[in-house]
C-alpha cells in the first residue's frame, strides 16, 4: 500500500546517534509511514543498524551510494519515496512521536502546501530552544505565506517541516551538492507555496553532536565551509531577487545576525587571516548596502573592524561582546546636539584609529522601557508604581509622561518620581466613566532632547499591562486578575 508520509534520511558516520533517530521515527504516532534510509558511503557501524531497523520493520526501506554528501542522498530518497507527504530528517536527530501526525494533520485540514513548526536544539542530552528558530514561531499562523510573515525568513532548514509530494514535484525542488544544500531549498519552499502552515510546537529536535565525528554545522567556522555557505547565501539571494525581492533585506539583516559570526570565529581561531579577508570581502560584497549600514552598532564596527584586516582590534570586540552578559552601554555625547553612541572598546581612540562617529552611532538602538510593579484599589482610586528608564542607557529619564488610553480616549496622569528609575501616579476611576473596559499605559519619556514612546509592560508576566474596568462596576472598580 502507499504510505501517506515518506521520510528521507541521508546516514553518514553517526553511528553513536542513529540508533535514538530511528527509534524516534519508528514511534511515531503517525503509522501510515515509510522511511527511506539512503547509506551515503558510510565508514562506521552506521549502515550495520540500519539493516536492522529495516529487517525488522517493513516501513525501513534502505539504499546505498559512495559518498556524494547529503543533498544527492536526500534526492536519492525522494527518487524512491511513495508517500503523499515527503520529510526529511538527519541522522543524528531525534523527531517528537507526534511531531509527523501534527504537521500532516495540519495540512490535511488547511490544503497548504507545507507544514513547519518549532526547534529544539539538544545539547548534552538537555533540550534547549534553537536560537536559529527561536524568534520564528512565536506567533504561530496557518495559511500564511513568508511575504506576510517575513519572520519565516530565519526558517532555513528543511526538517522541522512536512511537504506535499505534488507542490514538491511541480516547484521542480532538489538539493544541490555541497554542505548547505538545504537553505536555498528551505527558501525556495517558502516562497513557491501557496500557503504555509506555522504550528508552535517542536517538531524536530536537532543534536549538537558530543560523540564521535563532528557535523557539519559544528565545522562551520573551517574555511572550505565557509565558502559552501557563501555558496549558498549567493543562490538564496540571486532567487528572492528574482522572485521576491522584498525578503533581500531580511535575508541580508539574518545573514550579518548569524552566518557572519562563524568568520569571526574562525579569524579568532587564527586561521589563515589572509585568506579569511578575502573571503570577507566577498561576503560583504554579496550582501546589499542598506543592510551593512542598517546594522546594529556592535555589528558595524566588527565588520568595519572585519573590512579594515585590524584583526587583533576585531578580537577584542569579539570577547567584549562575550563578556558582557548585561549589554552594553549606549552613551550620550555633546551638549546643544546629543548623539548616542555604543560604548564599545576603541569608541575613546575612534578619531586616532580613523573608525567614523557613525560606525558608533546607536541612536536608532534606543527604546523606551517601562514596566507597571504594582497597583492597588483603595476604595476610591487606583495607586500605580513602577520603573521607567531608557534601554542600555544608565541614567534618569529627564521627564515622564503617562496616559491611559482605550483606543479612543486618552486620559492624561499626574506623574511622581521616586529615586532614579521609579514612577507612580493615581488613578481616579472617575476620569474613566464612558470609555473602556480595557485601558493600557502609554509611557513618554524625554531626556537630552531624546523622545521616546512606548506602551508599559506588566512586570510580574511581561506582557502588555491593562486596567480591566468591568462596565458594570465603574465606580467599585473590581482589581483585574
Known amino acids: 500500500m502507499i504510505p501517506l508520509l515518506s521520510v528521507v534520511v541521508p546516514v553518514y558516520n553517526v553511528e553513536p546517534y542513529i540508533i535514538e533517530c530511528l527509534k524516534s521515527l519508528a514511534a511515531q504516532t503517525l503509522d501510515d509511514i515509510e522511511v527511506v534510509l539512503v547509506d551515503d558511503g558510510s565508514s562506521d557501524g552506521s549502515r550495520r543498524v540500519a539493516e536492522d531497523f529495516a529487517a525488522r520493520d517493513d516501513r525501513f526501506v534502505l539504499l546505498g551510494q559512495r559518498n556524494l554528501g547529503p543533498g544527492p542522498a536526500r534526492n536519492a530518497g525522494i527518487r524512491q519515496a511513495r508517500g503523499a507527504y515527503l520529510a526529511f ?19 490535511g485540514e488547511t490544503g497548504s502546501d507545507l507544514a513547519c513548526g518549532a526547534v529544539g536544539r539538544l545539547v548534552d542530552g538537555v533540550l534547549e530552544e534553537s536560537i536559529l528558530h527561536e524568534k520564528a514561531f512565536r506567533r504561530p499562523q496557518l495559511c500564511t505565506h513568508i511575504t506576510d510573515k517575513q519572520v519565516l525568513i530565519r526558517d532555513r532548514t528543511v526538517w522541522n517541516k ?36 506555522m504550528i508552535g510546537d517542536v517538531v524536530y529536535h536537532w543534536r549538537k553532536r ?15 565551509n565557509l565558502y559552501e555557505r ?13 522572485r521576491a ?14 552566518d557572519i559570526v562563524f568568520l569571526f570565529q574562525a579569524l579568532e581561531a587564527g586561521e589563515e587571516s589572509g585568506s579569511l579577508l578575502e573571503l570577507a570581502d566577498a561576503w560583504l560584497a554579496a550582501l546589499s548596502p542598506k543592510a551593512l549600514a542598517t546594522a546594529p552598532s556592535l555589528r558595524r564596527l566588527e565588520l568595519h573592524l572585519l573590512r579594515r584586516g585590524m584583526v587583533a582590534e576585531l578580537c577584542k570586540v569579539r570577547e567584549f561582546r562575550r563578556t558582557r552578559e548585561d549589554g552594553t ?24 584609529l580613523g573608525i567614523p562617529d557613525a560606525v558608533f552611532d546607536a541612536r536608532d538602538e534606543l527604546k523606551l522601557v517601562a514596566r507597571v510593579e504594582e497597583c492597588t484599589w483603595t476604595g476610591g482610586e487606583y495607586h500605580l508604581r513602577g520603573q521607567v ?10 521627564k515622564v509622561n503617562l496616559w491611559l488610553s482605550d483606543g479612543r480616549r486618552r486620559v492624561p496622569l499626574e506623574v511622581r518620581r521616586a529615586g532614579r528609575y521609579g514612577m507612580s501616579a493615581v488613578i481616579d476611576p472617575e476620569r474613566l466613566e464612558g470609555g473602556g473596559p480595557s485601558w493600557r499605559l502609554q509611557v513618554r519619556g524625554e531626556t537630552r532632547g531624546l523622545v521616546l514612546k512606548g506602551w508599559a509592560r506588566d512586570g510580574e508576566v511581561n506582557s502588555a499591562w491593562r486596567l480591566s474596568v468591568p462596565g458594570w462596576s465603574r465606580s467599585g472598580m473590581d482589581m483585574p486578575q
Open 210 to 224: 558530543d560523540a564521535g565525528e563532528t557535523s557539519i554545522t559544528q565545522r562551520r567556522a573551517e574555511l572550505p
Open 230 to 242: 557563501l555558496t549558498a547565501i549567493r543562490a538564496v539571494r540571486a532567487f528572492l531577487d528574482e
Open 389 to 398: 528608564a531608557i534601554h542600555r542607557v544608565d541614567r534618569k529619564v529627564s
Open 89 to 107: 530528517a538527519d541522522s543524528d536527530d531525534v523527531v517528537p512521536p507526534d511531531a509527523y501526525r501534527r504537521l500532516v494533520g495540519t495540512l
Open 162 to 197: 512536512v511537504y506535499r509530494r505534488d507542490f514538491w514535484e511541480r516547484s521542480g525542488l532538489a538539493f544541490a551538492a555541497g554542505i548547505y544544500e538545504d537553505v536555498p531549498v528551505a527558501m525556495q519552499a517558502h516562497v513557491l507555496a501557496t500557503s504555509v502552515d
Open 329 to 352: 552601554r549606549i552613551v550620550p555625547r555633546g551638549r546643544r546636539n546629543t548623539n548616542w553612541y555604543g560604548d564599545y572598546p576603541f569608541f575613546r581612540k575612534r578619531r586616532r
Open 245 to 258: 525581492p522584498e525578503l533581500l533585506d531580511g535575508f541580508d539583516a539574518l545573514v550579518l545576525e548569524k
